[in-house]
């Protein structure tokens, strides 16, 4: 095991030129998948080496539910081990437990309380809400996927930006952009260096739905327009719904891109750019990052099994 534990719970670092380059350079959708993917291998490395650490570290401490062959010499001289940051590791995996534990539970229950309002409307796709305030959002599961909407929202639009506005929504349902979402959002829990990664999904998933409204209403200018002014209208409203989990990224930077050209579609970045390498370090990270996480899982296994009497 020895160093290669701790590999981990840095490596996420080496996504971070990948997590800025890839909301510039890659087309939205990719970038999403790219550093989702990568944000939730290296999340799962960085969790279980840190509990191989706290098992590792406290294993010679009084009451420790490992056997006794571990305080064999051999066993001790094979297996590093530090009292300290086998102590220290307990709080930190006790923290990522429960906060992902915390977030998965008010997802669930947002979820299942905006379902429950609207459980005595038509069920249509669409649910339009007689509400002074202005806002809308995707809300995703339950038997039906819909796109709920105030009227207090839609009477500041025209009819072009409003086939915007659902275009818009209806692209975060078609992507289960909220699993994405969440999935960043708990890899972020588990690793504070992952976070970069997060606010990037966030934006990037904002432009894949942009970019998808502009296919299909067919004018990039009235998706720009519609998303500008639905922010302003919407700023600072204070609504618990899914669409708080998430921020939806820097308006000013999607508007200006949509006015832009349409982002090419590649599915991996060319190799000699700063995007390219920047995705292949990550990559590179993610494969190291797995490595160590499995050679380390391995090795305490085999020590274990080895020091455990049958």
Same mark, same amino acid.
């Given at each position: 095991?020895?160093?290669?534990?701790?590999?981990?719970?840095?490596?996420?670092?080496?996504?971070?030129?990948?997590? !800025?380059?890839?909301?510039?350079?890659?087309?939205?959708?990719?970038?999403?998948?790219?550093?989702?993917?990568?944000?939730?291998?290296?999340?799962?490395?960085?969790?279980?080496?840190?509990?191989?650490?706290?098992?590792?570290?406290?294993?010679?401490?009084?009451?420790?539910?490992?056997?006794?062959?571990?305080?064999?010499?051999?066993?001790?001289?094979?297996?590093?081990?530090? =009292?300290?940051?086998?102590?220290?590791?307990?709080?930190?995996?006790?923290?990522?437990?429960?906060?992902?534990?915390?977030?998965?539970?008010?997802?669930?229950?947002?979820?299942?309380?905006?379902?429950?309002?609207?459980?005595?409307?038509?069920?249509?796709?669409?649910?339009?809400?007689?509400?002074?305030?202005?806002?809308?959002?995707?809300?995703?599961?339950?038997? !039906?996927?819909?796109?709920?909407?105030?009227?207090?929202?839609?009477?500041?639009?025209?009819?072009?930006?409003?086939?915007?506005?659902?275009?818009? =929504?209806?692209?975060?349902?078609?992507? !289960?952009?909220?699993?994405?979402?969440?999935?960043?959002?708990?890899?972020?829990?588990?690793?504070?260096?992952?976070?970069?990664?997060?606010?990037?999904?966030?934006?990037?998933? =904002? !432009?894949?739905?942009?970019?998808?409204?502009?296919?299909?209403?067919?004018?990039?200018?009235?998706?720009?327009?519609?998303?500008?002014?639905?922010?302003?209208?919407?700023?600072?409203?204070?609504?618990?719904?899914?669409?708080?989990?998430?921020?939806?990224?820097?308006?000013?930077?999607?508007?200006?891109?949509?006015?832009?050209?349409?982002?090419?579609?590649?599915?991996?970045?060319?190799?000699?750019?700063?995007?390219?390498?920047?995705?292949?370090?990550?990559?590179?990270?993610?494969?190291?990052?797995?490595?160590?996480?499995?050679?380390?899982?391995?090795?305490?296994?085999?020590?274990?099994?080895?020091?455990?009497?049958?």
């Amino acid at each position: 095991m020895g160093v290669f534990v701790f590999l981990p719970l840095v490596l996420p670092l080496t996504a971070w030129p990948i997590a !800025r380059l890839a909301e510039q350079h890659l087309h939205p959708r990719t970038a999403t998948r790219l550093l989702t993917a990568v944000a939730v291998v290296m999340a799962l490395c960085s969790t279980l080496c840190l509990a191989l650490v706290m098992v590792v570290g406290t294993a010679q401490l009084p009451g420790n539910p490992l056997p006794d062959g571990w305080s064999d010499p051999e066993v001790r001289a094979a297996v590093p081990y530090d =009292e300290v940051v086998g102590k220290a590791a307990i709080p930190a995996l006790c923290a990522v437990v429960a906060a992902s534990a915390r977030t998965l539970w008010r997802h669930r229950r947002v979820r299942r309380a905006a379902h429950r309002a609207l459980a005595g409307l038509p069920g249509t796709g669409v649910a339009v809400l007689p509400d002074d305030v202005p806002y809308a959002y995707a809300l995703p599961g339950g038997h !039906r996927d819909r796109v709920v909407v105030s009227t207090a929202l839609l009477d500041c639009l025209e009819p072009g930006e409003r086939r915007a506005l659902f275009a818009h =929504e209806r692209a975060h349902l078609a992507g !289960r952009h909220h699993r994405f979402l969440l999935a960043v959002r708990l890899a972020a829990l588990a690793n504070p260096f992952l976070r970069p990664l997060r606010t990037a999904v966030s934006y990037t998933a =904002e !432009r894949w739905a942009d970019e998808a409204a502009a296919r299909t209403v067919g004018d990039r200018r009235t998706v720009a327009t519609a998303i500008g002014k639905a922010a302003l209208v919407s700023r600072g409203t204070p609504v618990a719904t899914l669409a708080g989990l998430a921020a939806p990224g820097p308006v000013p930077r999607r508007v200006a891109a949509l006015l832009g050209p349409a982002p090419a579609v590649r599915t991996w970045p060319p190799v000699f750019t700063s995007v390219g390498l920047a995705a292949w370090a990550a990559a590179a990270g993610t494969a190291v990052s797995a490595m160590s996480s499995a050679n380390a899982a391995v090795t305490m296994f085999l020590i274990l099994r080895a020091a455990t009497p049958f």
